[in-house]
Each structure stands twice: as C-alpha cells, then as structure tokens.
C-alpha cells in the first residue's frame, strides 16, 4: 500500500491559506484570490508536463478557494486526471467523510495544513450530479473499483456513495453487489460497498438489482468481520422495509447472530465492545431489522429471540460497569431498541409487562431524555391488551411528570401516555388531572389536549352529568382552544340524550352568569337554552325573561356569527315563552333598523320578525320545532385529531385495545355513548358478520331504450326500492314472476367471455358483451348477501329480434348456494331499441362458479345464441370493515390456521400505479386502511363476506415489488374455500 504522507510539502498551499487569513478586508481577499486564480490558469494552461504534485497542489488550492465561497469554474479536468494516479495521496479522498459534512471537514483539513485531500475529494465538493464530467469520473472509478487494490477500491466507493447520482447508479449498481459478496473482497471493502449500495438503493432503488444477490447478501450477517455484518444489516433492514419476502431468510440470521451477541462475554468481542458494551451498534440495527417482521413461525427460533430479549432486560437491570456516559447511552439504546421490538410482535405478555416495568424506572430518571423515550414508549404499551393494566400502575408518576417537568416535550407526552391509560377506572382522574394542566399549558398544546379531554369524557361517561360539566369547565378553562368540533359535539349529545337536557340547561344556564364569558360558552348556551329552556322555566330564578335578559346581555359583546346563532335562539322563545314574545319582537325590530347593521343579522332579524307577526300559533310551532335526533356518526372531534395528530396517537379510541371483559366475539361494545357510533362497523366489533352498510339511496328509472345503455355509467342504480337487511320479501314480488332455471349447457360460448367477466369483478356498471348486433349492459348493487343485477339488452340493427329469450342457467352445485329470480322480457326487441331485466339475487352459502346467461333470439331469419358468464362473484357479497392497526394485526394472528390463509405470488399484467391499486380494492368491497402495514408500500383490507347461513370474515395484505414487477397477496378468511376463491378473483385484477 502507498505511504501516506501527513505534510506532502505543499508550502506554496500553506502560504496561500496565511495570506487569506491575514487580509484585512474583504477587498484584499478577493484581489489575493483573483491573482491566484490567474495563476493556476495559466500553470494549467501553459505547462503540459504540470507533474502530479503540482495539480494536486493547484487542485487544492482551488478547493479552499470554493470552500470560502467563490464560483471555480476551471480545474475540474486536472482533478479527473489526479482520479487516474497510481499514488495514494493524489487519488486519496479524506476517509470517513460523509456528504452532509464533507465540505466543512474538507475546509478545515486545509486550513490545518493537512493535506489528504486531492483528486477524490475535490470531486466530491465541486462536481455536481448533473455534471458532464460525470461520465469521465466515472471510468476513472470504473479502473479503481477493478484494480482489486483495497484502498483505490474504497476511495471510488466513498466517491459514489457521496455523489450518489443517478448517472452513478445506472454505472455502479450492477458491479457493486459483485464486489459485495465476492470470496476475495477484502472486509473493509466489503463494508464500505454494503453502505455504498444502501446509498444509492435510497436514491435509485428501482436500479439496484438485488434479486440476483439476495441470498449471498443475506448470509453477510454471519460475516465475522462485525464491521461487514454492521453494514449488511442496514443494507438489508433497508431493503426488507420494501421487499420483506425476499428477505425473510434474515429474521433466523439476525436471531442467531443477536444471540451470539448478547449471550457472548465482551472478551469475546473486544474490538467492538463499546464500554463495556458487546457490539452495541450491531444489537440495534438487527433488532431494528427483526422489526420489519412478525415474530418467527419457528419455535426454535422464536424460544432464541425470546431468550435475547429477556437477556437484554435482565443486564438493564444490572448495576452499571462504567458511570461514564457513554456506557449509559450504548446500554439503553439497545435496551430501547429492544422494547420496540416487544411491543412491534405484542405476542409475550411477560416481556410486555418486563418492559413496561422497565420502562417505569426511567419516568423519574435524571436525564431527561431518558424519561422522554420511556413515556413515548409505555404510549405503544398502553394499547397492547397484555401490558395496559401494567402501564396503568405508573398513572401516579406520570401525573406527577405533568405537573413537575420543566421540558416542555416530556409535558406533552405524560399527557399522551395519560390518554392512552385512560379507561372506565381512571378516566375522571384523568380528566381531572389534564383539566388542571391545561391551565398552565404551553400554548402550542392547548388545542390538542382540549381535543383529548373532550374525547375522553365523551367516551368514558357513565354519568352524562360528568360529561356536560366536564365540556363547559374545558370551555371556561381554555374557551379560545376549543374548536367548533368540540362544542358541535357536546350540541349533538345533548339532543341526542333525553336524560341529561334538562340538567345541561340548568348547568349552562349558571354558567352563563358568570360576568365574563367565553364567547364558545355563549354559544353552548344559546342553542342548549334555545331548544331545551323550557325545562327550566318553571324555576323563577330562570323564568323565559330571565333567560332573555341573561343571552341578550352577552349579545353584543360577541361576534357576528354568535349573534345570528343568538337571533335564531330568540325567535325559538317566541315560540317556547308566549310571554316575552313582545319583549322579543321589540329587540328584533331594532336589529333590523340599525344602520351600516351585518347584512346576514339584518335579514334573520326581518324574518325573524315577520315570522313572529304573522305566523299563527300552529305554524310558528311547526315551523321552530325540537331538534331531531342528530343521526349516529363518527365523533367529530376525534376526526379532527387524527388529522392534527395522525392516526397512531388516537387508536385508542379506535378499537384498538379492548376493555376488560369484552366479548371478544362481537358482545356488547363497552363504550356507552350512542353518538360516538360509526356509520361503518365498529373496529372492536366482532369481524365474524356484525355491522351493515347503510342502504343506496334510490336513482332515477333507467332510459326506456334508443340511447343503448348509455346510462349504464351513470350514478344511478334503478326504480326498484334499493336492498336493505330483510329485504327477503322482495324476491316476491308478484310483478317478478319467477323463472325456471335450466341446468343443461348453453351450445356456444363467446370467445374471450371470462375476460369480460374478470373486468367487473371490481366494479358493477359497464358493458358486458357486444357485438355487430346485441349490447348487453350491467348495472348491479349488493347490499349483505342479497343483490340485485339490470341487465340491458340493446338491438344494434335497424332489424327487430324475434323471439328474443334470455336465460339464466346455473350447475347443479351452483343452484345450492346462488339464489336467483327473474322475470321474462318482451319476446321482441325493435331495431334501436333496448330492454331491461331484473334479476334478484340471493347467496346462500360461498361458491366458486358463476351463473350463464344464454340468449337466444332470431335476427333476418337466422337463429342467434349467444352465452355469457353472468359476473356474480363471491366479493359481490363483501361488506367494508373499518379497522385500526393493532385490531387488524390482532385479528390477522386469530386467523392463524394453515387452512384460513391463501397466498399467492404473481406477476404484474398491468404497470403497478398505487391509486389505481386502491380502487381496486375498494372496488372488489374490502375497507382500505390506511397506515396500518408498517410497510406504506403495502395494501391491506378488511371486510365480512355475508351469506343467509353465515357471516365470513375476511383480511387481505398485497404486497408490491415495484422491482420486481411481482405482488404477494394474502389472504387469511375463517373459511378456506372463501380464502381461495377470494384470492383467486383479485390476483386476476393486478
């Protein structure tokens, strides 16, 4: 290997950088720099035979004249020309450099006088991605990476991973794997090529071809060279985030080469044990690899992970070998790494609890970010069913966290971990505690913990009493943080609960005369007294005057929304109070003849007042009637923090952590608030066949004929009253006179029809056959396990058909589970006209095949016949489920049987386009979710497949590789013919 020299006697370098420091204004510098410049232009220009000691010289004074900030455009050709050189210190890049420092470390090797740098580095700083030296740099690093000399091979590596373009890519990404796992390649090599290809697989991944070198990549974390193994496990880590089936062979690697680890004394890893610490960078990144996948299907294995991971708590139990702060730091972040891996499998209660144990001891830790990550942690804990009562025993800590914390992030996770404990048993306590904290709190939190507070007390009220005086003291705490969201909802509760309107008008009513109040409270209570202040006015402290005179005083300290809200509450006294209708009608009289008055306050003030002149009696009580009942929806509020906080802050209150006692089977969901209920199954709910879609509403009569199925992509669905649970009735119908259903075999069969068929498997309205003369259009909907199909026949010619008679013909297995009436069409069809039928449709039990239509007719004497499959499919009858990310995993492990999951590895038919891959989906009748795969590449649904004899429930996961061209779909139903046929349908689609 070359020597490498420290000084090299570049003195004519060592003067320039002297006299840059001792200008003494900007103008000497720049004239000093200018007169250089002129210099290396003319030695570059002038002398042919400049030898390498002088470009790299010439090089790096260049290079210190970039670093202080002035445009080089010259000298690049002489540093592509040092790439070429068999010495060390002109090839040499400064090692360990990384991109985003690399510029500052190189100004400060060159105002120290040390001189490394050349040829390498000067690329690294000054070419560009995009520059056309580009392509010359690169044969120069194509010589170098084929010399075999290890130092010239990692000085071209550092260069590419630093440039990391994608010209260097195209270039690079074949030959790298090559050298990555060749017999001969020296281990530093190897290690700087392992990181070399992380870079531009981050960059460029679609160009780094791993399939080739998967299973010799993989093996590298057996290398017993720890540095190469450091570098292999983020090189894959990174690759299984995108493709974890191809990498699936590492989770037995890492477990083994963890185990080695942990269980090793440090003797035995001497050269990387970091105080007293065997490996510890290694230790974090296979834990952090491990977490890309399920706990292994392996007992064997699996029993090994278990056992590291109950090693790594028992030494974080230990007293510590060092008190430097080093040895803390690389002790928890294993430690920390390792807890995330707990809680990623949320399989083994005892290490759940271990850790949540563990995790306690550090809530009143010294340094604050340890307490930080603890209570970041323990928020992941509180949602596992296993370690949910164990967080629950720290709520005194964390309390205490909030009230005495200086930091202001560890404040607003003692309060997340608070919300995320919370339950029936605690949740006043909490409710109280977060009420007291949000008078103090910082500001930037405050509308986020009104949010969680509101949540919680809606959630968790037993007593809607708690409920209304917890809303109006959040209001009264932090009125200008409660958004609209929040007071919507204590409105729609309220309407909803004929229990809790009398009292809700009394408490407002009280807070209301308070001489300073929020303007949200004011509101609160203009609508509450507005529709429920009769309740209370048979109590001569609220008599209707009483309650006029108290909103009317805050009226004109509001703003223009609250007074027209305010407005709308007088004209309901009008009504409610005959007494102080003059009273009212006086105040409305002004309002509408104030000058330069709010256009919006003026016209409900003229109407209002007119309403109340004219209107009898009768009219004006129809007119300003009760509220209804508001229709049950998901809470608003909790909307609004998924959007503020992202879904992983809110599962809680998803579903995703089930109370105490519930029935795992689908029993009584043990929230009590009727309106916090969604219009889509509960996630908690049981998957097994609860919850139905609401029904379609009616559209408009499908067009008599001449447009020939235009409308068939339209919105509308039929004139038939749309399906509906129970709807059995309908297949009665006596305007649908059934028709027998034959079981022999049509004749002829179009070409290409299970094509047709396959097309509207996702989707229910298009055309399903045409030819020179018959369209044959479908328009369908499903609600549960009942359908209903029009079919549209339209004649193409000018020429009638005669005897025009479809038929619908099912197997013999088919009849048995696939219910299916009709009614016969008009045997003749005029030339340009169309015809409709309707088919009503009801699934007994699961199926594989599909109905025929055959169709058979005359057409200028000569007889037709046409056959179709008809496109009843088992999704059809799928039924979207909402579910959040750990309801989902959690069920995906009850489906665990071999039998319940189908998977199937495919080849893409069409380019692979993440939006046309979700209304699929969707379109085949599973519930997208969003955000539950660890992976964002990946799709998961879930859904119930109903029948009349039972309800199946289904999850599905499809699994890209952009790459490779390829999806893995899995499917896991309680039943396996469902998972079969279900798989079957929607590999077809991709």
Same mark, same amino acid.
């Given at each position: 290997m070359p020597a490498v020299s420290k000084g090299d006697g570049m003195r004519g370098l060592a003067v320039f950088i002297s006299d840059i420091r001792n200008c003494k204004s900007k103008e000497a510098e720049i004239k000093r720099i200018n007169k250089e410049l002129a210099n290396i232009r003319s030695k570059f220009k002038g002398d042919k035979a400049l030898d390498g000691y002088s470009k790299k010289k010439y090089v790096c004074k260049l290079l210190f004249i970039f670093l202080l900030g002035h445009d080089i455009d010259f000298g690049h050709m002489e540093a592509v020309n040092l790439l070429s050189s068999n010495r060390y210190t002109e090839k040499q890049i400064a090692p360990g450099i990384k991109p985003r420092s690399l510029a500052w470390q190189a100004?400060?090797?060159?105002?120290? $006088?040390?001189?490394?740098?050349? @040829?390498?580095?000067?690329?690294?700083?000054?070419?560009?991605?995009?520059?056309?030296?580009?392509?010359?740099? /690169? /044969?120069?690093?194509?010589?170098?990476l084929a010399s075999r000399n290890p130092t010239f091979m990692g000085l071209a590596l550092h260069c590419i991973a630093n440039v990391g373009s994608r010209e260097m890519a195209e270039a690079f990404a074949g030959e790298i794997p090559k050298i990555l796992v060749a017999g001969d390649t020296m281990d530093s090599v190897k290690q700087s090529a392992a990181l070399c290809l992380l870079r531009l697989y981050r960059t460029s991944p679609d160009l780094v071809p791993m399939a080739d070198w998967t299973s010799r990549v993989v093996h590298l974390l057996n290398d017993q060279h720890l540095g190469v193994a450091t570098a292999a496990a983020s090189l894959i880590t990174t690759l299984?985030?995108?493709?974890?089936?191809?990498?699936?062979?590492?989770?037995?690697?890492a477990v083994s080469r963890l185990s080695r680890i942990v269980t090793s004394a440090s003797t035995d890893l001497q050269d990387y044990t970091y105080y007293f610490v065997p490996a510890p960078w290694l230790s974090v990144k296979l834990l952090r690899l491990l977490q890309c996948y399920p706990p292994p299907e392996d007992p064997a294995v699996r029993g090994r992970l278990t056992e590291c991971l109950e090693m790594v708590l028992n030494k974080a139990q230990e007293p510590p070998k060092s008190k430097k702060v080093q040895h803390s730091n690389a002790k928890n972040a294993v430690l920390f790494e390792a807890i995330s891996l707990i809680i990623h499998h949320d399989s083994e209660p005892n290490l759940l609890v271990r850790a949540c144990n563990q995790l306690g001891q550090f809530l009143q830790h010294r340094e604050t970010n340890l307490r930080y990550l603890?209570?970041?942690?323990?928020?992941?804990?509180?949602?596992?069913?296993?370690?949910?009562?164990?967080?629950?025993? $720290?709520?005194?800590?964390?309390?205490?966290?909030?009230?005495?914390?200086? !930091?202001?992030?560890?404040?607003?996770?003692?309060?997340?971990?608070?919300?995320?404990?919370?339950?029936?048993?605690?949740?006043?306590?909490?409710v109280a505690e977060m009420l007291s904290y949000l008078e103090t709190a910082d500001y930037s939190i405050r509308e986020e913990?009104? %949010?969680?507070?509101?949540?919680?007390?809606?959630?968790?009220?037993?007593?809607?009493?708690?409920?209304?005086?917890?809303?109006?003291?959040?209001?009264?705490?932090?009125?200008d943080y409660v958004s609209e969201e929040v007071w919507y909802r204590v409105i729609q509760i309220v309407i909803n609960r004929d229990d809790v309107q009398g009292y809700a008008a009394k408490t407002v009513f009280e807070a209301l005369q308070a001489p300073a109040c929020h303007e949200n409270l004011v509101k609160v209570g203009g609508y509450i007294l507005g529709e429920f202040g009769n309740l209370i006015a048979g109590d001569p402290r609220s008599s209707p005057l009483v309650q006029f005179d108290l909103l009317h005083s805050k009226f004109h300290l509001c703003s223009v929304p609250t007074r027209a809200l305010l407005l709308s509450t007088y004209i309901k006294f009008v009504n409610l109070f005959p007494e102080v209708k003059t009273t009212i009608q006086d105040v409305l009289r002004c309002d509408s003849q104030l000058k330069n008055a709010d256009v919006e306050l003026q016209q409900r003030a003229v109407e209002y007042l007119r309403l109340s002149t004219i209107a009898s009696t009768d009219i004006l009580a129809t007119v300003l009637e009760e509220m209804p009942p508001f229709p049950e929806r998901e809470s608003s509020i909790l909307a609004k923090l998924k959007k503020k906080k992202g879904p992983s802050t809110v599962t809680d209150l998803e579903g995703t952590r089930r109370e105490r006692g519930a029935d795992i089977n689908g029993g009584t969901e043990p929230t009590p608030i009727s309106a916090?209920?969604?219009?889509?199954?509960?996630p908690s709910a049981d998957l097994l066949g609860l919850g139905a879609a609401p029904p379609a509403p009616a559209g408009p009569p499908?067009?008599? @004929?001449?447009?020939? %199925?235009?409308?068939?992509?339209? !919105?509308?669905?039929?004139?038939?009253a749309p399906l509906a649970p129970g709807s059995e009735d309908n297949f009665a119908s006596p305007d649908l006179a059934s028709t027998e259903l034959v079981s022999e075999e049509p004749a002829e069969t179009v070409p290409d029809a299970d094509e047709l068929t396959c097309t509207f498997v996702c989707k229910n309205n298009g055309v399903l056959f045409?030819?020179?003369?018959?369209?044959?259009? %479908?328009?369908?909907?499903?609600?549960?396990?009942?359908?209903?199909?029009?079919?549209?026949?339209?004649?193409?010619?000018?020429?009638?058909?005669?005897?025009?008679?479809?038929?619908?013909?099912?197997?013999? @297995?088919?009849?048995?589970?696939? +219910?299916?009436?009709t009614k016969p069409v008009d045997p003749t069809v005029d030339g340009g006209a169309q015809v409709q039928q309707v088919v009503n449709i009801e699934c007994l039990s699961d199926f594989t !095949?599909?109905?025929?239509?055959?169709?058979?007719?005359?057409?200028?004497?000569?007889?037709? /016949?046409?056959?179709?499959?008809?496109?009843?499919? %088992?999704?059809?009858?799928?039924?979207?489920?909402?579910?959040?990310? +750990? !309801?989902?995993?959690?069920?995906?492990?009850?489906?665990?049987?071999?039998?319940?999951?189908?998977?199937?590895?495919?080849? &893409?038919?069409?380019?692979?386009?993440?939006?046309?891959?979700? &209304?699929?989906?969707? @379109?085949?009748?599973?519930?997208?979710?969003?955000?539950?795969?660890? /992976?964002?590449?990946?799709?998961?649904?879930?859904?119930?497949?109903?029948?009349k004899t039972t309800q199946v429930g289904c999850l599905l996961r499809l699994e890209p590789n952009v790459q490779a061209q390829m999806y893995r779909l899995t499917l896991r139903t309680s039943k396996d013919t469902v998972s079969q046929r279900l798989c079957e349908l929607l590999s077809e689609q991709f």
């Open positions: 100004r400060t090797l060159l105002l120290n $006088h040390r001189y490394p740098p050349q @040829g390498y580095l000067f690329i690294s700083v000054l070419v560009n991605s995009n520059s056309e030296l580009i392509r010359l740099i /690169n /044969n120069a690093i194509k010589n170098d299984a985030q995108k493709s974890p089936e191809e990498f699936k062979t590492s989770v037995s690697l603890a209570l970041e942690s323990m928020c992941a804990l509180a949602s596992s069913e296993f370690s949910h009562e164990a967080v629950k025993t $720290h709520i005194e800590t964390v309390i205490s966290a909030l009230k005495t914390e200086r !930091d202001v992030s560890v404040r607003q996770r003692a309060v997340d971990l608070l919300y995320a404990m919370c339950d029936r048993s605690n949740a006043q306590q909490i913990i009104v %949010l969680k507070v509101a949540i919680l007390a809606e959630k968790y009220a037993v007593d809607y009493t708690w409920y209304v005086d917890t809303i109006l003291n959040l209001i009264r705490v932090a009125g916090s209920a969604t219009s889509t199954p509960s499908p067009p008599a @004929g001449g447009g020939l %199925l235009v409308d068939v992509f339209s !919105d509308s669905v039929s004139t038939v045409e030819n020179q003369l018959l369209q044959i259009g %479908l328009k369908s909907e499903f609600r549960q396990n009942l359908g209903r199909m029009f079919i549209f026949y339209g004649n193409k010619t000018s020429t009638q058909f005669l005897n025009f008679t479809p038929a619908l013909i099912c197997s013999d @297995g088919l009849q048995s589970n696939l +219910h299916l009436q !095949d599909a109905p025929v239509l055959n169709i058979q007719f005359r057409y200028g004497g000569a007889f037709q /016949n046409v056959s179709v499959k008809l496109p009843i499919t %088992l999704n059809k009858f799928f039924q979207p489920t909402e579910m959040a990310a +750990h !309801d989902f995993f959690q069920r995906w492990k009850q489906l665990s049987h071999p039998q319940q999951e189908v998977q199937n590895i495919f080849k &893409a038919k069409h380019p692979m386009d993440t939006e046309i891959t979700k &209304a699929k989906i969707i @379109g085949f009748g599973s519930a997208l979710l969003e955000e539950v795969d660890p /992976n964002p590449a990946n799709f998961v649904g879930a859904g119930v497949i109903h029948t």
